[in-house]
Protein backbone atom coordinates (compact mmCIF):
# COMPACT_ATOMS: atom_id res chain seq x y z
CA UNK A 1 0.00 0.00 0.00
CA UNK A 2 1.36 3.76 -1.22
CA UNK A 3 1.99 5.39 2.33
CA UNK A 4 0.49 9.27 2.27
CA UNK A 5 1.86 11.61 4.60
CA UNK A 6 -1.57 12.24 6.69
CA UNK A 7 -1.13 15.36 8.97
CA UNK A 8 -4.02 15.04 11.91
CA UNK A 9 -5.90 18.70 10.20
CA UNK A 10 -5.99 16.79 7.32
CA UNK A 11 -7.27 13.34 9.23
CA UNK A 12 -9.68 15.45 11.47
CA UNK A 13 -11.15 17.17 8.38
CA UNK A 14 -10.86 15.12 5.43
CA UNK A 15 -14.72 14.07 4.13
CA UNK A 16 -13.43 10.62 3.63
CA UNK A 17 -13.59 9.91 6.73
CA UNK A 18 -16.91 11.33 7.42
CA UNK A 19 -19.79 8.75 8.41
CA UNK A 20 -23.24 9.28 9.05
CA UNK A 21 -25.40 7.19 11.53
CA UNK A 22 -28.97 7.07 11.92
CA UNK A 23 -28.63 11.49 11.15
CA UNK A 24 -25.56 11.74 13.47
CA UNK A 25 -22.18 12.98 11.98
CA UNK A 26 -18.74 11.36 13.54
CA UNK A 27 -15.69 12.86 11.64
CA UNK A 28 -14.12 9.53 11.36
CA UNK A 29 -15.51 5.87 12.06
CA UNK A 30 -13.33 5.16 15.14
CA UNK A 31 -15.70 5.53 17.92
CA UNK A 32 -14.39 5.36 22.15
CA UNK A 33 -16.15 1.97 23.04
CA UNK A 34 -18.08 2.32 26.48
CA UNK A 35 -16.20 1.22 29.69
CA UNK A 36 -12.74 1.88 28.02
CA UNK A 37 -11.60 5.83 29.40
CA UNK A 38 -15.22 6.56 28.75
CA UNK A 39 -15.98 7.95 32.59
CA UNK A 40 -14.89 11.58 33.33
CA UNK A 41 -14.42 14.39 31.30
CA UNK A 42 -10.52 14.63 31.45
CA UNK A 43 -10.47 10.98 30.13
CA UNK A 44 -12.72 11.44 27.24
CA UNK A 45 -10.87 15.14 26.97
CA UNK A 46 -7.84 12.95 25.63
CA UNK A 47 -9.16 10.42 23.80
CA UNK A 48 -11.17 12.71 21.41
CA UNK A 49 -8.62 15.65 21.46
CA UNK A 50 -5.39 14.17 21.81
CA UNK A 51 -6.39 10.47 20.25
CA UNK A 52 -8.84 11.55 17.53
CA UNK A 53 -11.93 9.53 18.50
CA UNK A 54 -14.87 10.27 16.35
CA UNK A 55 -17.30 9.55 18.29
CA UNK A 56 -17.80 8.66 22.31
CA UNK A 57 -19.58 6.32 24.22
CA UNK A 58 -19.29 6.96 28.12
CA UNK A 59 -19.55 4.22 30.38
CA UNK A 60 -22.57 2.47 31.10
CA UNK A 61 -24.64 4.23 33.15
CA UNK A 62 -27.64 2.59 35.78
CA UNK A 63 -30.30 4.17 37.93
CA UNK A 64 -28.82 3.21 41.05
CA UNK A 65 -25.30 3.79 41.91
CA UNK A 66 -23.23 0.41 41.36
CA UNK A 67 -19.98 -0.47 43.13
CA UNK A 68 -19.01 -3.22 40.54
CA UNK A 69 -17.12 -6.33 41.73
CA UNK A 70 -14.03 -6.54 44.10
CA UNK A 71 -11.22 -7.27 43.07
CA UNK A 72 -9.24 -9.03 41.36
CA UNK A 73 -11.70 -7.94 38.35
CA UNK A 74 -9.33 -7.85 35.31
CA UNK A 75 -7.16 -10.84 34.24
CA UNK A 76 -4.92 -9.85 31.26
CA UNK A 77 -4.21 -13.84 29.05
CA UNK A 78 -2.36 -14.30 25.64
CA UNK A 79 -5.57 -13.29 23.14
CA UNK A 80 -6.75 -9.79 25.51
CA UNK A 81 -7.82 -9.41 28.67
CA UNK A 82 -10.70 -10.54 30.83
CA UNK A 83 -12.58 -8.06 32.89
CA UNK A 84 -15.63 -8.52 35.47
CA UNK A 85 -15.91 -5.03 36.44
CA UNK A 86 -19.99 -5.61 37.44
CA UNK A 87 -21.05 -2.44 35.68
CA UNK A 88 -19.70 -0.17 38.41
CA UNK A 89 -20.97 3.63 37.77
CA UNK A 90 -22.02 6.45 39.86
CA UNK A 91 -25.94 6.05 39.51
CA UNK A 92 -27.87 8.03 37.25
CA UNK A 93 -27.77 11.54 38.97
CA UNK A 94 -24.08 10.92 39.71
CA UNK A 95 -23.33 10.99 35.60
CA UNK A 96 -25.38 13.82 34.69
CA UNK A 97 -23.24 16.64 35.14
CA UNK A 98 -20.51 15.02 33.86
CA UNK A 99 -22.54 14.26 30.60
CA UNK A 100 -23.23 17.53 30.02
CA UNK A 101 -19.71 19.19 30.27
CA UNK A 102 -18.54 16.44 28.26
CA UNK A 103 -21.54 17.52 25.76
CA UNK A 104 -19.81 20.75 25.92
CA UNK A 105 -16.19 20.24 25.27
CA UNK A 106 -16.85 18.11 22.55
CA UNK A 107 -17.02 19.41 18.84
CA UNK A 108 -20.48 19.03 17.02
CA UNK A 109 -19.26 16.34 14.81
CA UNK A 110 -17.75 13.93 17.79
CA UNK A 111 -21.19 12.59 19.02
CA UNK A 112 -21.46 11.61 22.27
CA UNK A 113 -23.26 8.49 22.77
CA UNK A 114 -24.67 7.28 26.96
CA UNK A 115 -24.69 3.71 27.35
CA UNK A 116 -26.77 2.80 29.91
CA UNK A 117 -28.27 -0.54 31.28
CA UNK A 118 -31.80 -1.83 33.14
CA UNK A 119 -33.99 -4.81 33.17
CA UNK A 120 -37.03 -2.90 33.38
CA UNK A 121 -39.25 -0.87 30.61
CA UNK A 122 -40.14 1.89 33.09
CA UNK A 123 -36.76 2.41 34.41
CA UNK A 124 -35.18 2.34 31.31
CA UNK A 125 -37.41 4.41 29.97
CA UNK A 126 -36.81 6.91 32.92
CA UNK A 127 -32.97 6.81 32.78
CA UNK A 128 -33.32 7.78 28.86
CA UNK A 129 -35.07 10.82 29.16
CA UNK A 130 -32.84 12.14 31.91
CA UNK A 131 -30.15 11.69 29.78
CA UNK A 132 -31.38 12.69 26.37
CA UNK A 133 -32.25 15.70 28.78
CA UNK A 134 -28.69 16.27 29.34
CA UNK A 135 -28.10 16.93 25.43
CA UNK A 136 -26.00 13.14 24.93
CA UNK A 137 -26.58 12.80 20.64
CA UNK A 138 -27.53 8.87 20.98
CA UNK A 139 -28.56 6.28 23.66
CA UNK A 140 -26.94 2.91 23.83
CA UNK A 141 -29.08 0.16 25.62
CA UNK A 142 -26.42 -2.17 26.92
CA UNK A 143 -28.11 -5.68 26.84
CA UNK A 144 -24.46 -7.79 26.32
CA UNK A 145 -22.76 -7.93 29.22
CA UNK A 146 -21.75 -10.82 30.06
CA UNK A 147 -20.67 -11.00 33.34
CA UNK A 148 -23.20 -8.62 35.54
CA UNK A 149 -26.57 -10.50 37.26
CA UNK A 150 -30.04 -9.39 35.88
CA UNK A 151 -28.30 -7.15 33.40
CA UNK A 152 -27.04 -7.32 30.04
CA UNK A 153 -27.16 -10.71 28.62
CA UNK A 154 -29.48 -11.93 30.93
CA UNK A 155 -31.78 -9.50 29.68
CA UNK A 156 -31.26 -10.19 26.00
CA UNK A 157 -31.58 -13.87 26.73
CA UNK A 158 -35.48 -12.62 27.40
CA UNK A 159 -36.63 -11.62 23.95
CA UNK A 160 -40.32 -10.41 24.94
CA UNK A 161 -38.43 -8.56 27.61
CA UNK A 162 -35.84 -7.11 25.47
CA UNK A 163 -38.42 -6.23 22.96
CA UNK A 164 -40.69 -4.25 25.78
CA UNK A 165 -37.67 -2.53 27.15
CA UNK A 166 -36.98 -1.17 23.45
CA UNK A 167 -40.43 -0.10 22.57
CA UNK A 168 -40.45 1.79 26.47
CA UNK A 169 -37.59 3.52 25.21
CA UNK A 170 -38.40 4.74 21.65
CA UNK A 171 -42.32 5.15 22.58
CA UNK A 172 -40.37 8.78 24.67
CA UNK A 173 -36.85 9.82 22.99
CA UNK A 174 -36.34 11.38 19.88
CA UNK A 175 -32.83 10.92 19.74
CA UNK A 176 -31.35 7.66 18.16
CA UNK A 177 -31.61 4.34 20.20
CA UNK A 178 -28.23 1.85 19.48
CA UNK A 179 -28.94 -1.28 20.73
CA UNK A 180 -25.63 -3.03 21.46
CA UNK A 181 -25.47 -6.80 21.44
CA UNK A 182 -23.53 -9.45 22.84
CA UNK A 183 -22.61 -13.32 21.65
CA UNK A 184 -26.08 -15.44 22.12
CA UNK A 185 -27.08 -17.98 19.48
CA UNK A 186 -30.11 -15.93 18.20
CA UNK A 187 -28.32 -12.51 17.74
CA UNK A 188 -30.04 -12.17 14.64
CA UNK A 189 -33.34 -12.91 15.74
CA UNK A 190 -32.70 -11.14 18.57
CA UNK A 191 -31.63 -8.17 16.28
CA UNK A 192 -34.46 -8.25 13.68
CA UNK A 193 -37.18 -7.84 17.17
CA UNK A 194 -35.17 -5.05 18.28
CA UNK A 195 -35.20 -3.39 14.89
CA UNK A 196 -38.95 -4.48 14.49
CA UNK A 197 -39.36 -2.27 17.62
CA UNK A 198 -37.74 0.74 16.65
CA UNK A 199 -34.05 0.47 17.27
CA UNK A 200 -31.98 3.18 15.32
CA UNK A 201 -28.80 0.82 15.32
CA UNK A 202 -27.28 -2.22 16.26
CA UNK A 203 -23.99 -2.53 18.07
CA UNK A 204 -22.00 -5.43 18.06
CA UNK A 205 -20.30 -7.55 20.21
CA UNK A 206 -19.49 -7.07 23.37
CA UNK A 207 -16.95 -9.18 25.56
CA UNK A 208 -17.59 -12.63 25.52
CA UNK A 209 -17.98 -14.68 28.79
CA UNK A 210 -14.73 -15.91 29.71
CA UNK A 211 -12.52 -17.08 32.72
CA UNK A 212 -8.54 -17.77 33.84
CA UNK A 213 -7.44 -19.79 36.18
CA UNK A 214 -4.13 -19.61 38.39
CA UNK A 215 -2.46 -22.67 38.28
CA UNK A 216 -0.41 -21.90 41.35
CA UNK A 217 -3.61 -21.21 43.15
CA UNK A 218 -5.64 -23.73 41.83
CA UNK A 219 -8.02 -21.38 41.44
CA UNK A 220 -10.33 -18.93 39.24
CA UNK A 221 -8.42 -15.54 38.90
CA UNK A 222 -11.66 -13.06 38.93
CA UNK A 223 -13.31 -12.36 41.87
CA UNK A 224 -16.37 -13.40 39.77
CA UNK A 225 -14.93 -16.27 38.30
CA UNK A 226 -16.53 -15.50 35.17
CA UNK A 227 -15.85 -12.31 33.25
CA UNK A 228 -15.63 -10.85 29.78
CA UNK A 229 -12.82 -11.07 26.77
CA UNK A 230 -12.63 -8.33 24.67
CA UNK A 231 -9.39 -7.65 22.54
CA UNK A 232 -7.72 -9.35 19.09
CA UNK A 233 -9.37 -12.64 20.34
CA UNK A 234 -13.09 -11.92 19.75
CA UNK A 235 -12.10 -9.77 16.63
CA UNK A 236 -12.71 -13.01 14.25
CA UNK A 237 -16.47 -13.25 15.69
CA UNK A 238 -16.84 -9.80 15.53
CA UNK A 239 -16.39 -9.82 12.01
CA UNK A 240 -18.95 -13.14 11.41
CA UNK A 241 -21.47 -11.15 13.59
CA UNK A 242 -21.62 -8.10 11.95
CA UNK A 243 -21.52 -9.96 8.37
CA UNK A 244 -24.65 -12.06 8.97
CA UNK A 245 -26.61 -9.09 10.73
CA UNK A 246 -25.81 -7.22 7.59
CA UNK A 247 -27.42 -9.68 5.86
CA UNK A 248 -30.63 -9.69 8.11
CA UNK A 249 -31.35 -6.75 9.52
CA UNK A 250 -31.68 -3.07 7.36
CA UNK A 251 -30.89 -0.85 10.08
CA UNK A 252 -26.75 0.78 10.45
CA UNK A 253 -24.73 -1.72 12.60
CA UNK A 254 -21.67 -0.24 14.10
CA UNK A 255 -18.57 -3.12 14.68
CA UNK A 256 -16.61 -3.23 18.14
CA UNK A 257 -14.59 -6.34 19.27
CA UNK A 258 -10.56 -6.77 19.11
CA UNK A 259 -10.06 -3.79 16.64
CA UNK A 260 -6.42 -2.80 17.33
CA UNK A 261 -5.18 -1.28 13.52
CA UNK A 262 -6.56 -0.38 10.58
CA UNK A 263 -6.84 -3.55 8.60
CA UNK A 264 -8.81 -5.00 11.76
CA UNK A 265 -11.71 -1.40 11.26
CA UNK A 266 -11.70 -2.60 7.62
CA UNK A 267 -12.79 -6.04 8.06
CA UNK A 268 -15.44 -4.85 10.02
CA UNK A 269 -16.86 -2.26 7.40
CA UNK A 270 -16.52 -4.53 4.91
CA UNK A 271 -18.60 -6.69 6.72
CA UNK A 272 -20.83 -4.29 7.25
CA UNK A 273 -20.39 -2.06 9.77
CA UNK A 274 -20.48 1.95 8.89
CA UNK A 275 -18.14 2.73 12.23
CA UNK A 276 -16.18 0.83 15.07
CA UNK A 277 -15.83 0.79 18.46
CA UNK A 278 -12.75 0.25 19.95
CA UNK A 279 -11.91 -0.36 23.64
CA UNK A 280 -8.82 -2.68 24.80
CA UNK A 281 -6.18 -1.71 22.05
CA UNK A 282 -6.06 1.68 24.04
CA UNK A 283 -4.22 -0.58 26.76
CA UNK A 284 -2.36 -2.60 24.74
CA UNK A 285 -1.48 0.71 21.84
CA UNK A 286 -2.21 4.02 23.75
CA UNK A 287 -4.80 6.81 22.53
CA UNK A 288 -2.92 7.16 19.06
CA UNK A 289 -4.68 4.31 17.98
CA UNK A 290 -7.81 6.09 16.57
CA UNK A 291 -5.56 7.99 14.94
CA UNK A 292 -3.59 5.23 13.85
CA UNK A 293 -6.64 3.22 12.64
CA UNK A 294 -8.15 6.67 10.60
CA UNK A 295 -4.67 7.25 8.26
CA UNK A 296 -4.28 3.31 7.45
CA UNK A 297 -7.93 3.66 6.37
CA UNK A 298 -7.65 7.05 4.89
CA UNK A 299 -4.42 5.58 3.15
CA UNK A 300 -6.46 2.15 1.84
CA UNK A 301 -9.17 4.52 0.09
CA UNK A 302 -6.63 6.41 -1.75
CA UNK A 303 -4.42 3.41 -2.86
CA UNK A 304 -7.59 0.96 -3.70
CA UNK A 305 -9.66 3.89 -5.36
CA UNK A 306 -12.33 4.19 -3.76
CA UNK A 307 -13.57 8.00 -2.60
CA UNK A 308 -14.98 7.84 1.20
CA UNK A 309 -15.34 5.07 3.37
CA UNK A 310 -18.89 4.84 3.15
CA UNK A 311 -17.61 3.09 -0.40
CA UNK A 312 -16.67 -0.48 1.55
CA UNK A 313 -19.47 -0.66 3.49
CA UNK A 314 -20.65 -4.32 3.33
CA UNK A 315 -18.65 -4.79 -0.08
CA UNK A 316 -17.46 -8.16 1.17
CA UNK A 317 -21.38 -8.74 0.40
CA UNK A 318 -21.01 -8.79 -3.23
CA UNK A 319 -19.97 -11.72 -4.83
C1 LIG B 1 -12.58 -2.95 31.32
C2 LIG B 1 -13.75 -3.00 30.39
C3 LIG B 1 -14.93 -2.39 30.78
C4 LIG B 1 -16.04 -2.41 29.93
N1 LIG B 1 -17.21 -1.79 30.31
C5 LIG B 1 -18.26 -1.76 29.46
C6 LIG B 1 -19.44 -1.05 29.79
O1 LIG B 1 -19.55 -0.41 30.84
N2 LIG B 1 -20.46 -1.07 28.90
C7 LIG B 1 -20.40 -1.75 27.70
O2 LIG B 1 -21.36 -1.73 26.92
N3 LIG B 1 -19.28 -2.42 27.36
C8 LIG B 1 -18.22 -2.43 28.20
N4 LIG B 1 -17.07 -3.09 27.84
C9 LIG B 1 -17.04 -3.78 26.53
C10 LIG B 1 -16.44 -2.88 25.43
O3 LIG B 1 -17.21 -1.71 25.23
C11 LIG B 1 -16.35 -3.65 24.10
O4 LIG B 1 -17.64 -4.02 23.66
C12 LIG B 1 -15.51 -4.92 24.23
O5 LIG B 1 -14.42 -4.72 25.09
C13 LIG B 1 -14.99 -5.41 22.86
O6 LIG B 1 -14.23 -4.42 22.22
P1 LIG B 1 -12.61 -4.35 22.36
O7 LIG B 1 -12.08 -5.68 22.01
O8 LIG B 1 -12.22 -3.24 21.39
O9 LIG B 1 -12.33 -3.97 23.77
C14 LIG B 1 -15.96 -3.07 28.66
C15 LIG B 1 -14.75 -3.67 28.29
C16 LIG B 1 -13.65 -3.63 29.12
C17 LIG B 1 -12.37 -4.28 28.68
Redesign the pocket.
Known sequence: MRILRVGVEMLENSHKLRVTISGLTFRNPTIL????LSSTPGLIRRVVFNGGAGGV?Y??VTLKPRSGYSNPV?AVVKA??I?C?G?P?PGLNGVLEDIIQVRKILPQNVPLIA?F?SSDPGEAQFIAGRLEDAGVNAL?L?L??PHTRRLGLEVSHDIKLTESIVESVKSVTRIPLFV?LGLQDNIVELARRVEGKGADVIVA???VKAMAIDVYARKPVLSNIYG?L??PA??PI?VRVVYELYENVSIPIIG????EDWYDALELILAGAKAV?????IYRKGIGVFREVCRGILEYIESEGFNTVNDLVGLAHKR
Open positions: ASGITKTVGVNMLNSAENSCKINTGSGIHAVGGVEIGTA
